[in-house]
C-alpha cells in the first residue's frame, strides 16, 4: 500500500494564480482532511470530508475548496493564491473504528511558496 | 472551541537525557488523543495513542505518554533521549462530539545534542 501520496511535492505560485493540490489514499479511508503547517501554529485544518461528496469546513477554510468526487481522492484548490498561503499542505485520512475515528494518517506534505 | 496547547515551542537536550512534553487540551468531554512526531523533512508519524483505559499508554520508539483526566494533560515521556530523537513533536486531540475533527498544538522543537 502506498498510504497517502499527495502531488506536488513543491509548487512556487504568483500572487493571484491558480492551482490544485491533489491527495489519493489506498487505505479505503472515509474521513479526509488537508491541513496547513505553519511555524509555531502546528497543523490546522483547513477542509475535511466524511465521504464522497460531503465536505465541510476546518478552522482555516478561507481561500480554498475542496473536492471529493470519490472515496479515494481529496483536491484542494486555490483560486487565487495570497502570499498568506504560503505553507506546507499536509492531507490525512483515516477510517472508523467502533464508531469513532482512529489515528490519521498523513501524506508527505506539498511544500507552496506564493510570491 | 476546544484547543490543545504545548507548553514548550523548543527544547535542547544531550543525548541520554530524560524528556517530558507538556500537552493541555480544554475539553470536558471524553476525547482521543495522540502525539504525532515529525522528523526533520519528512511527513507526521504517531507515537502512541490514547483512547480509553490504562492512562498510561506506551508508544514507538521508547516514548509512553500519561493521561490525567483531572489536568487534561497528555504529557510525553522518554527516559533517556538519543540524537535520532530530534525532531517537532505534536501533541493533538479528537473530539467525537466535535465532528471527530482532530486539532493540533503548535508542536515542539526537541533538538537532541550529541
Known amino acids: 500500500n502506498a498510504g497517502v501520496t499527495q502531488t506536488p511535492k513543491f509548487q512556487v505560485l504568483k500572487t493571484g494564480q491558480s492551482m490544485t493540490l491533489q491527495c489519493a489514499q489506498d487505505?479505503?479511508?472515509?474521513?479526509m482532511s488537508w491541513y496547513r503547517q505553519d511555524p509555531g501554529m502546528g497543523l490546522r485544518l483547513i477542509h475535511y470530508?466524511?465521504?464522497?461528496?460531503?465536505?465541510d469546513q476546518g478552522e482555516v477554510p478561507n481561500g480554498y475548496n475542496v473536492s471529493r468526487l470519490n472515496k479515494r481522492e481529496f483536491s484542494l484548490r486555490l483560486e487565487s493564491a495570497a502570499p498568506s498561503q504560503t505553507s506546507v499542505y499536509f492531507c490525512?485520512?483515516?477510517?472508523?473504528?467502533?464508531?469513532?475515528?482512529?489515528?490519521?494518517?498523513f501524506g508527505p506534505g506539498t511544500r507552496l511558496t506564493v510570491l | 472551541a476546544q484547543s490543545v496547547s504545548q507548553h514548550n515551542h523548543h527544547v535542547i537536550l544531550s543525548e541520554a537525557a530524560s524528556l517530558e512534553l507538556g500537552c493541555n487540551y480544554s475539553?470536558?468531554?471524553?476525547?482521543?488523543l495522540f502525539w504525532y512526531v515529525q522528523y526533520p523533512g519528512q511527513h507526521l508519524q504517531l507515537l502512541l495513542k490514547?483512547?480509553?483505559?490504562?492512562?498510561l499508554v506506551k508508544g514507538i520508539k521508547g516514548f509512553e505518554a500519561e493521561f490525567i483526566k483531572s489536568k487534561f494533560s497528555f504529557n510525553l515521556r522518554k527516559p533517556s533521549v538519543q540524537w535520532s530523537d530530534t525532531a517537532e513533536y505534536f501533541c493533538?486531540?479528537?473530539?467525537?462530539?466535535?465532528?471527530?475533527?482532530?486539532?493540533f498544538g503548535g508542536g515542539t522543537r526537541v533538538l537532541v545534542k550529541p
Open positions: 487505505m479505503n479511508h472515509e474521513y
Open positions: 490514547y483512547f480509553s483505559g490504562d492512562p
Open positions: 490525512a485520512s483515516s477510517g472508523p473504528i467502533a464508531g469513532s475515528y482512529n489515528e490519521q494518517f
Open positions: 470530508s466524511v465521504g464522497a461528496g460531503i465536505t
Open positions: 475539553y470536558g468531554g471524553t476525547v482521543n
Open positions: 493533538a486531540a479528537l473530539i467525537k462530539a466535535a465532528g471527530n475533527k482532530l486539532t
